[in-house]
């Protein structure tokens, strides 16, 4: 069996210059899909659709009218995405055999590309978590160490990169959900801009606050994504109007950061942010001033608010959200129930795990007529205080943020689940939920390995459709610090 290059753009070229064919491709991966099955990667693996659809694409080839670059790319996309006649579970028992009849934009537009879709991957249920501890297909368990959680709640998205049964995935963003578990497995995820992905079929958690993310092995790969899926949807009418402008990044060689000012929020300081990732942080920092970059001290002072203001509106618009799974139209449906109430509450009650319930429940409280006021309508006074911090600090004091991803290296299981997901949440997402709040880009890039042997990342965070510059800075600390990748490259 043939081995198969690092990236994307890599194996794109192979496969165009005939030195690599598709038998080769589907080969490596799907044996690496059987190797690596006690990670929990995957829910449904889509072996029959990427045969036909990689033969389909040796036709394009052999007929020299490639749809794309990502023509023949293998990609998975987690399973919160609508895919036509693909069971889309959400990792509920609720959805558990849920075909949609349409696909969402955000994979239409890749399998319009050419790529080949893999399968669809493990999660949180409804994306309800920072770990991908609580599916009912079970935890997604870390490449690097299996005692350790992979991150959420796109786990599977992350892990299927890292070990190279894709070479680019699909993860929703909420509060960090991409770039949680791209921190934790050694892979780049990119959060974009509210707006500039479709939501359309995504199946929503916090309307407000969700992004399709992408999950890549390199950056430049990120950016063929993102390139591929960007832009306005008619079906979604949160998406930019006009075409965004297509993401072109400079060979390593001429990215300057001469110039360039980089903000360090005091805020991202945390209590419980670990040694090994406060020197990680400022290692890159250092890299960055060696470079020519302006490294400033800045203030987000509302970014400790962020937690706090997320847990209420989360839970004010999961409650919403929720509401449509009544056992009635689709989805799982008690057998027993002798009255509508009781066919409600009973196919609710065992459709949903405890923590949907418990987020169902709170926000149901917080938007009673008595509390609507006193949580809802002031965690939407708080989350515009978010954003105006971010405003003020991009408007008059640097082009980009640095600060950690997460505040440690991955957790064990066995620490992880000693706490309530809502308190995991508050921890794991400290550094990437504000961004979520303000609706601006953010990517979590690895940057070396602890003392453990896991993965240690930082976060870049931009104004909005600031994409490009993330990419291009991205790119610069990712060809310096020369992360190891490839241990479970097929």
Known sequence: MKILPKSLKLLAAQ??????????????????????????????????????????????????????????IPIAVKDNFCTKNIRTTCASQMLRDFHPTYNATVYERLKNSGAVLVGKTNMDEFAMGSGATDSIFGPVKNPWNEMRISGGSSGGSAVAVATGSCYAALGSDT??????????????????????????????????????????????????????????????????????????????????????????????????????????WNYVAGLLEDAGAEIKRVSLPHTASSIAVYSVLNACEVASNMARYDGIEYGHRADDASSTEKLYAKSRAVGFNQVVKTRILSGNFFLLRRNYEKYFMQALRVRRLITQDFEEVFKNHCHVLVTPTTLSEAPHFKDFTEH???????????????????????????????????????????????????????????????????????
Request: hydrophobic share 35%; glycine share 6%; charged share 20%.
């Open 15 to 72: 496969l165009k210059e005939k030195s690599l064919n598709f038998n080769d491709v589907s080969s490596a991966v799907f044996n690496t899909v059987r190797k690596t099955r006690n990670l929990n990667a995957y829910i449904t693996t889509t072996d029959q659709i990427a045969q036909d659809q990689w033969l389909e694409s040796s036709k394009r080839l052999q007929g020299g009218k490639l749809l794309s670059e990502l023509d023949g």
């Open 175 to 280: 509060g960090g959900s991409t770039r949680n578990p791209a921190s934790y497995c050694g892979v780049v995820g990119l959060k974009p801009t509210y707006g500039l992905l479709s939501r359309h079929g995504l199946i929503p958690l916090v309307n407000s606050l969700d992004v399709p993310g992408i999950l890549a092995r390199t950056v430049e790969d990120c950016a063929v994504i993102l390139n591929a899926i960007a832009g306005p949807d008619c079906r979604d009418s949160t998406t930019m109007k006009t075409l965004p402008k297509t993401v072109i990044l400079p060979s390593v060689e001429k990215i300057s950061l001469k110039g360039l000012k980089v903000g360090i929020p005091e805020e991202y300081h945390s209590s419980d942010l670990q040694d090994n990732v406060l020197k990680t």
């Open 420 to 490: 309530s997901n809502r308190d995991q949440c508050a921890v794991q997402d400290f550094c990437t939920q504000p961004v979520n709040m303000a609706g601006i880009p953010a990517i979590s890039i690895p940057v070396r390995l602890s003392d453990t042997n896991l993965p240690l990342s930082i976060q870049l965070i931009g104004p909005k459709l600031s994409e490009e510059l993330l990419l291009t800075t991205s790119r610069w600390i990712e060809n310096i610090v020369k992360f190891p990748h490839w241990k479970f490259s097929s």
